[in-house]
C-alpha cells in the first residue's frame, strides 16, 4: 500500500508544504491558519474541501474523442495512435503542473495511466469512479488500488434526479471502508443534478468532495445555498463540463481550433436554420471576441471557472493537442472575464433552443441554467 506521508509529493498534500515555499507563494490563510491556495509556477493549486489534498485548477478530463475509438472485447478503447497522443499530453499536462488526471476503467485508460505514473506517481492524483460497468463495486476498487497503489479521488456516480438511492448508500460504506483501509485517499460522489448535490452534503457520511457540471451557462449550483452549505461542510467541488462537453467551443463563430468537436457533434449553430435574431447574436458575439484578438470563447469560459473560488478544480476532456495548451493559457491569464463575451455567448446558446448541445447532453439547460427572475 502506498505511503501517503513519503516525500516529494508537494504540490499535492498539505503536509509536504512547509518546506521550500516562499511566502509570495501563499495566497489564501484559512481562519485557523491553513493554507488554502497558492501558485507555483503558472499553476494554481486550492485545497480540496476538508482534505490535505492540493488539486490543480485545471485538471486532465478522462473523456476522449468518440471518433478516436475502437469496439473491443472489454469495451470502448481509443486507437492506439490516440492512445500513444494521450499519453504524450497527459505527460506535458504534467510537465505544466496540472496533478488531477481522471481515468476510466471501461475506457481502458488504467494501464496506459499506470504506466505513466511509474515515474511520476508522487505528482499524479489519480480521480476514478467504480459503479458505472458491470461487476461488484469493491471489486473495482480493489483493482484501481493495485494497479495504481492507491486512489487519491475515488468517486460513486449517483444518477437519481432527485433522491440518493438505498444502493448507493450501501456502495457508499464500500468507499468509506476503503477509505479506512488506505485503498481511497478521498471519497465523493458525480452527480447530474443539483438536487442529488445539495442532499449528498448531509445525507452521506464522510463525503469529501462531489464532481458536478459547471460552467458559465450551466451554473445553477452558484445561486442559491449550496456553495455555503459545500463550504461549511468542508466538502470539495470539482467541476464538470467546464465547456459543455465541448460544446461551448462550437458557439465561438470564429472557430479558433478547427479540428475540435463535441461528443456527438452536430454542425455549427451559423448553418443550422438560420433566423434573424440567432445571426444577430453571432454577430455581437463576433464583435465581442473582436475585442480580445487573442482569447476564445474556451478560454473564456475556462476563465469564468478558474475565478469561482468554491470550485477547486476544474476537469475538462483535451482532444487535440493544442488544447492542453490553450487551456493552460487561460489559467495563466490574469485578465478579468469578459462578461461581454460570456453574455453573448448566453444569448447564442439560448436562441439556438438546445441544438448547441447534442442530444445526450440536453439535461445540462433542463437542469443546470439559472433561472433568473
Not at 79 to 107: I, P
Not at 158 to 182: C, M, Q, Y
Not at 316 to 338: C, D, I, K, Q, W
Amino acid at each position: 500500500m502506498a505511503d501517503f506521508k513519503r516525500p516529494g509529493v508537494a504540490p499535492v498534500y498539505s503536509s509536504q508544504l512547509r518546506c521550500g515555499m516562499r511566502r509570495r507563494e501563499f495566497l489564501q490563510i484559512g481562519a485557523l491558519g491553513a493554507i488554502q491556495e497558492f501558485h507555483r509556477g503558472g499553476m494554481r493549486y486550492r485545497r480540496l474541501g476538508r482534505t490535505d489534498l492540493f488539486v490543480s485548477a485545471l485538471g486532465f478530463g478522462s473523456h476522449t474523442d468518440y471518433q478516436q475509438r475502437v469496439k473491443t472485447a472489454g469495451g470502448t478503447h481509443l486507437r492506439e495512435d490516440y492512445q500513444q497522443v494521450r499519453t504524450r499530453q497527459t505527460a506535458r499536462a504534467l510537465d505544466l503542473g496540472v496533478n488531477v488526471v481522471d481515468v476510466y476503467d471501461e475506457a481502458g485508460q488504467y494501464e496506459p495511466l499506470a504506466q505513466l505514473a511509474r515515474s511520476r506517481r508522487d505528482s499524479i492524483l489519480i480521480a476514478t469512479k467504480f459503479n458505472e460497468f458491470p461487476g461488484h463495486t469493491g471489486r473495482h476498487i480493489d483493482r484501481a488500488a493495485k494497479l495504481f497503489g492507491h486512489v487519491d479521488l475515488g468517486r460513486y456516480v449517483v444518477r437519481e434526479e432527485t433522491d440518493i438511492p438505498p444502493s448507493a448508500l450501501e456502495n457508499w460504506d464500500l468507499l468509506r471502508k476503503a477509505r479506512a483501509a488506505g485503498k481511497l485517499r478521498a471519497i465523493g460522489i458525480a452527480t447530474h443534478s443539483p438536487e442529488v448535490a445539495r442532499k449528498s452534503l448531509t445525507e452521506l457520511e464522510g463525503l469529501e468532495f462531489i464532481f458536478l457540471p459547471y460552467n458559465f451557462i450551466h451554473a445553477q449550483a452558484q445561486y442559491g445555498s449550496f456553495f455555503t452549505a459545500a463550504r461549511r461542510a468542508g466538502v470539495g467541488l470539482v467541476a464538470m463540463k467546464p465547456l459543455a462537453s465541448g460544446s461551448i467551443v462550437k458557439l465561438d463563430p470564429r472557430r479558433p481550433r478547427p479540428d475540435a468537436h463535441a461528443e456527438g457533434d452536430t454542425p455549427g449553430l451559423a448553418l443550422q436554420r438560420p433566423q434573424p435574431l440567432l445571426q444577430e447574436a453571432v454577430a455581437r458575439l463576433v464583435q465581442n471576441l473582436g475585442r480580445r484578438p487573442e482569447e476564445t470563447l474556451a478560454q473564456a469560459a475556462l476563465r469564468f471557472v478558474f475565478s469561482e473560488p468554491a470550485i477547486a478544480c476544474s476537469l475538462t476532456g483535451m482532444f487535440l493537442p493544442e488544447e492542453l495548451e490553450e487551456n493552460y493559457r487561460a489559467l495563466a491569464s490574469h485578465a478579468p472575464v469578459s462578461t461581454a463575451v460570456l453574455e453573448s455567448a448566453r444569448q447564442v446558446a439560448a436562441l439556438s433552443e438546445r441544438r448547441w448541445l447534442p442530444p445526450h447532453y440536453r439535461w445540462l439547460d433542463e437542469q443546470w441554467t439559472p433561472h433568473r427572475s
